[in-house]
């Protein structure tokens, strides 16, 4: 009963206003209430412990610290800002990033590699350039035997055969049998002409299949860095490989 009262009493009650800037005043601008003045202290006294703060941490600095951000940081007009690390990404593969699909990119890749296999099964890979050279290691007792040496005729073969690696055949084949084939100058010109064509052809489709490897990882490590789960950069991006991440292990259900 006495709570209602009390009610009923205030809201008779006058309404105590706080008064105006008095009008020969009104060139200092508004007047300050009280309300006014308790922001612009709370403001006041947050700035006071921030800069309180700072310079218990700078008192306290070791200045043999270091930060792996440091590397990163630069200090500009007294401001540190990040510095902007550029996507090791060729235009090409910007171009096919952004146009195209990660299965797109798979179905081009996997058709080179099949062109890539026959091309191989074809040429066999005997002289090829981008091969590894093999080694034929001859070995002797003495000296002299070293010093009386011939590669033709340890490998009994003739002298203008010896730099092949395939079809060096052995004097007594040749004096037993007839050479099948071509044997004009021109013709055997012709032969290694398009055998040095097809060998350039298969170096150019093992490097298209060698990027279109690397592109289709980039977009699928793109993808994957949509996932909110937490990950750390392990490894940075280069033309020739996507940046490796290590993402937080989750339980699925």
């Not at 011939?150 to 092949?164: G, K, M, N, W």
């Not at 033309?239 to 699925?252: G, W």
Request: proline share 2%; glycine share 2%.
């Amino acid at each position: 009963m006495a709570a209602a009262f009390r009610k009923a009493a205030k809201s008779r009650q006058r309404e105590h206003r706080e008064r105006s800037q008095p009008g020969f005043r009104k060139h200092l601008g508004l007047l300050e209430k009280k309300k006014d003045y308790k922001l612009r202290a709370d403001d006041y006294r947050k700035k006071q412990e921030y800069l309180k703060a700072l310079r218990k941490k700078a008192l306290e600095k070791n200045p043999d610290e270091f930060y792996y951000k440091m590397t990163r940081v630069k200090l500009q007009d007294g401001v540190h800002i990040i510095k902007e690390t550029k996507e090791e990404v060729t235009p090409e593969q910007l171009k096919l990033m952004r146009t195209q699909d990660v299965k797109y990119i798979e179905m081009k890749r996997v058709a080179e590699a099949k062109k890539i296999e026959r091309l191989k099964s074809e040429l066999h890979l005997l002289d090829f350039q981008g091969k590894q050279q093999n080694k034929h290691v001859f070995f002797f007792d003495t000296k002299k035997e070293v010093e009386r040496f011939d590669v033709a005729t340890h490998l009994q073969t003739a002298p203008e055969l010896v730099d092949r690696v395939f079809n060096r055949p052995r004097i007594e084949t040749l004096q037993k049998e007839k050479v099948k084939g071509v044997t004009n100058q021109t013709g055997l010109k012709r032969i290694a002409k398009e055998r040095q064509k097809q060998y350039n052809c298969l170096t150019q489709r093992i490097e298209r299949e060698k990027k279109l490897f690397v592109i289709a990882q980039k977009i699928q490590t793109r993808k994957d860095l949509m996932d909110k789960t937490q990950k750390v950069k392990v490894k940075k991006e280069t033309v020739n490989s996507p940046a490796i991440y290590k993402f937080q292990s989750r339980r699925k259900r």
